[in-house]
């Protein structure tokens, strides 16, 4: 069957995804569900994260170097078993390590990116705020000279693994513009909520982070961070990832719809005989297929130097809208099985809800689409 998804790939990029996908499939797939349903974080994961290199893949000198390519295809596994798991490599990795390689000075660098490569020190990243989702621009949280050092003070909402981490990358207007601070989450002053009663990422950790007269030393500013630009670097990369993790979610829903069309008996024979189920599969079939090849193409260019910001928004609104659409059809044909945790389609399904979303809405990136076709900027 995967034969379909086979697409180009180097002998390298093949053991990176097969070695990915035999650890997912021995290891965090026979935990998923039950930490779903339970609104838990698989913890117990990150040491075997850390192990086989997946934290900070692509990172040079620090992690493992891995061409970009690789570090997606890691993506598409790690999603192919569920956002939560993606999501948490993502904030570690591109999120969190990328500023401080890309930002940071030669002393944070040494003093942060060994241990998060290790799984030793877990990182979030604090950009959205409760009443700033589409227009960081509009942040309030403010970090104020005071000495040698700053004074941080504010909100910020929907943190992935915000009350696991024990390292903040936060973004705060200061006098000289918004600007990137690497805050120890055991500073006074910093607290972390946990975000229940979710519906979607449900293994996943999400919180709401708060500062209050939060002192930081100089040294916490990342000093090559030159405004909102900075932070959107970041989110580049790990909506380079979505774009892949995307495809593994709708190659999960697939692969789960298929084989249960094959033994599931309506009127006589299996409902993969009915031509409108055959329908349903190839046209699922197709759209991963092209949604792959998408996020292939976003890693030779990424790999190569020449990939666009807006490039990356193409591949993120295709295939989050492509996973979903993928994960809604393929629940019809399991029908009211379809809904239950005994299979992962409604679990992918109600995860897809948030990625069209987060990073990003579908709307905000067609913006950027239409801004860098037409010339003009359509934000308001």
Not at 145 to 162: A, E, R
Not at 313 to 332: C, F, G, I, P
Not at 360 to 374: A, F, K, M, P, R
Request: charged residues 20%.
């Amino acid at each position: 069957m995967l034969n379909y998804f086979d697409v180009e790939l180097s002998d390298e990029e093949r053991l990176v995804q097969r070695t990915t996908r035999d650890w997912i499939d021995a290891e965090a797939m026979p935990l998923i569900a039950e930490c779903f349903e339970a609104g838990q974080f698989p913890a117990q994961l990150i040491p075997r994260l850390a192990e086989l290199g997946l934290l900070g893949a692509s990172l040079p000198k620090y992690g493992a170097g891995l061409p970009y390519s690789c570090y997606g295809l890691i993506c598409q596994e790690l999603e192919r078993c569920d956002t939560g798991l993606r999501s948490f490599v993502s904030v570690q990795s591109s999120l969190c390590m990328y500023p401080i390689y890309t930002f940071g000075t030669e002393e944070q660098k040494e003093r942060y990116l060994p241990k998060m490569v290790r799984g030793e020190l877990i990182a979030c990243f604090g950009l959205t705020e409760p009443d700033h989702g589409s227009d960081p621009s509009s942040m309030e949280t403010r970090v104020e000279p005071d000495g040698d050092g700053w004074v941080l003070n504010g909100t910020k909402m929907w943190i992935t693994n915000g009350t696991i981490a024990d390292l903040a990358i936060i973004w705060a207007r200061s006098p000289d513009g918004i600007r990137g601070f690497a805050v120890e989450t055991d500073t006074p002053g910093f607290s972390a909520r946990e975000v229940h009663h979710k519906l979607s990422l449900r293994a996943s950790v999400t919180a709401e982070l708060h500062f209050q007269d939060v002192r930081l030393p100089g040294s916490a500013i990342l000093p090559g961070t030159t405004g909102l630009g900075s932070a959107l670097k970041c989110l580049n990369e790990a909506r380079f990832g979505i774009a892949w993790g995307t495809v593994g979610a709708a190659m999960a829903c697939f692969e789960s719809a298929l084989e249960y069309s094959k033994i599931r008996p309506q009127f006589g024979k299996p409902i993969a005989g009915f031509q409108l189920t055959q329908l349903k599969l190839a046209d699922m079939l197709t759209a991963i297929t092209q949604g792959q090849l998408l996020a292939l193409q976003l890693g030779r260019l990424k790999d190569s130097g020449r990939l666009r910001p807006v490039q990356v928004s193409v591949a993120k609104r295709a295939n989050s809208m492509m996973a979903l659409e993928v994960a809604r059809t393929a629940r019809t044909i399991l029908g009211g099985n379809g809904i239950s945790l005994e299979h992962p389609i409604f679990r992918h399904m109600v995860n897809l809800e948030t990625v069209i979303t987060y990073e990003g809405t579908h709307e905000i990136h067609s913006l950027v689409i239409g801004q860098d076709l037409t010339g003009l900027a359509a934000y308001s």
